[in-house]
């Protein structure tokens, strides 16, 4: 925590004050990334240690937190896609008319974040989750709405966004393999790849948390559907809105139902610990870059005390 607060407060500082000592060409989904991660390392982390410490989160706190944590998830891939187009599409995208499509998508990505992280928040399904340290999602009373949830979601602020990054990735690759550009290496979008790749294997365990449901199975015999449904003689096609057979009726409600068991404590405890952990990698990733290390040590160690030696500041003449 004191990494990711003290790393990305020192980032935006560098950020603001030291513009003109390094190359940013794209600053704008660099201080919407850098804000996202000090928000998570201030709010969330901190929040899950008081919660350790407490024995859990009450409300309004708790869905505060899950509101925030999707939000801040949110607003991070949603920055690092926008680094990634406006590094493929190159300096075009610093004008006017582009930039301002570029700022306004990133704030679509906190605000996408926001709605979709509110949604849980209104329909109760939010509780705190040892497992996660945190306030965390559970679905167990409302399949229907947890499918379309998860998939407006998910499709919305996680996969288009990612289906971005890795498209813009590969052709930012193979167009630096044909043409090299000095400035391009120059420039602070330099790290973009190092950033996709943190943030993809941090948050790898919470998509696969989230997503990850248990198998399909029946509600007396425990056993898998697929078998199940092998030994219902009545093909499914031939069923007909007439019939009134209550077997039949029981095995279609059983074919839709479905388990909503979590994932496993150690799953949802690695997701959280993951993502905590890129909120404190960035700012190291940001220092592999060498002018912004070189104006973040200057920024740091620049001494500002009066000079010790005399300066000459006006020059009297008399006459003799």
């Given amino acids: 925590m004191v990494m990711g607060v003290v790393g990305n407060c020192l980032v935006l500082l560098v950020k603001v004050m030291c513009r003109g000592q390094f190359c940013c060409r794209y600053w704008f989904p660099f201080i919407s990334l850098t804000l996202s991660d000090f928000g998570c390392s201030l709010l969330i982390i901190s929040g899950s240690l008081l919660a350790m410490l ?37 300096m075009v995208s610093t004008k006017s008319a582009p930039f301002v499509f570029m700022m306004t998508a990133c704030l679509a990505s906190w605000v996408t974040g926001v709605v979709f992280g509110s949604v849980p ?16 999602v559970f679905w167990e009373s409302s399949y229907s709405d947890m499918l379309v949830y998860i998939l407006c979601a998910f499709s919305i602020c996680i996969f288009l966004p990612f289906l971005l990054i890795v498209f813009c990735t590969l052709l930012s690759a193979s167009s630096c393999r044909s043409s090299c550009n000095s400035d391009d290496d120059a420039d602070l979008s330099a790290i973009t790849p190092l950033l996709v790749a943190s943030y993809t294997l941090c948050y790898t365990p919470f998509v696969v948390s989230e997503v990850t449901l248990t198998t399909y199975t029946h509600e007396t015999t425990h056993e898998p559907l697929y078998l199940h449904a092998h030994r219902v003689n009545t093909n499914l096609s031939t069923y007909r809105l007439s ?26 405890t690695l997701s959280s610990v993951m993502s905590y952990l890129d909120c404190s990698l960035n700012p190291l990733i940001y220092c592999s870059h060498q002018d912004f290390r070189e104006a973040g040590l200057a920024l740091l160690w620049t001494n500002r005390k009066a000079p010790s030696e005399p300066v000459l500041t006006a020059i009297t003449k008399h006459d003799l």
């Fill in 54 to 90: 407490t024995g859990g989160q009450r409300s309004p706190w708790c869905e505060v937190v899950s509101l925030l944590k999707f939000a801040f998830i949110t607003s991070s891939i949603g920055s690092i896609a926008i680094l990634c187009v406006q590094r493929l599409i190159g």
């Fill in 121 to 136: 928040v209104v329909y109760a399904w939010i509780k705190y989750d040892p497992a996660e340290m945190l306030c965390a």
């Fill in 243 to 268: 019939i009134s057979s209550s077997t039949l009726t029981n095995q279609l409600i059983l074919l839709g139902r479905l388990d909503l068991s979590p994932a496993p404590d150690w799953l949802r």
